[in-house]
């Protein structure tokens, strides 16, 4: 087996001692651990942000690795912290609903509350868990302990809220999710859903009311400044600009209505 993998996922920024601080942490006890930044760029508070960071990546991570998810506007509340298995995965993080979109994709095989005080710090900060509680959890997993050492089964978990595509007669209807940092409005409406209605037909597409042009391929199938929409890496509709941001050509964000009528 190679290097334990720790990869990290929070709202800390770089600016801040946060994100390095819980690296010190998982060092101290895991001396041996790669250690890799998924993001530190989350919107402060936005747990629906981080939990779609997290579907979109983890998938690509090498069996094994652990997730030390830290987006947490609850900190210092009764809130939970937990860690989870799904078999080719763990992950370790409040149990506010940031790891559940990974749980629908990929059912924990095991949850377990951070109950055991032995793989926290020794006094924990009610402002600073990823410090305290998260990052020492992980770090003991990557040494081998079982999750269940960490604490109790933890029963129900919370789960989040993500809008999903729906159909009103001969319309799909959707909303834009996130917005990179290119600009692109990306969107609820999965490729499978898409193309299951379309069913090979010709498609008008609008975003906020306004109609969108093309549906192409790629951006370069676009000149540049032109608006279009395509599916990118994560297999969602988007509406991007080529070599310009969607989101400031339009004036749009997240939650603007996404409708697909069959017929061009």
Known sequence: MGRPVIALLTDFGSRDHYAGTMKGVALGIAPDVTLVDITHEVPAHDIVAGALELVACYRYFPSGTIFLVVVDPGVGSARRGIAADTGDHRFVGPDNGVLSLV?????PRKVVELT???YARASVSRTFEGRDRFAPAAAWLARGIELSALGRPAGE?????VPAPGLEGDVLTGEVLRVDRFGNLVTNVDRRT???FASGAPVDVRIGGRR??????TYG???AGEVCALFGSTDHLEVAANAASAAE???LGRGT???VARGA
């Open 103 to 107: 749980f629908e994709e990929s059912p």
């Open 116 to 118: 055991e005080r032995r």
């Open 157 to 161: 978990i919370q789960r989040l809220h």
């Open 194 to 196: 898409f193309e299951a």
């Open 212 to 217: 969108v042009d093309r549906v192409v391929s």
């Open 221 to 223: 199938d676009v000149a």
């Open 249 to 251: 050509t339009l004036g």
């Open 257 to 259: 209505p996404v409708r």
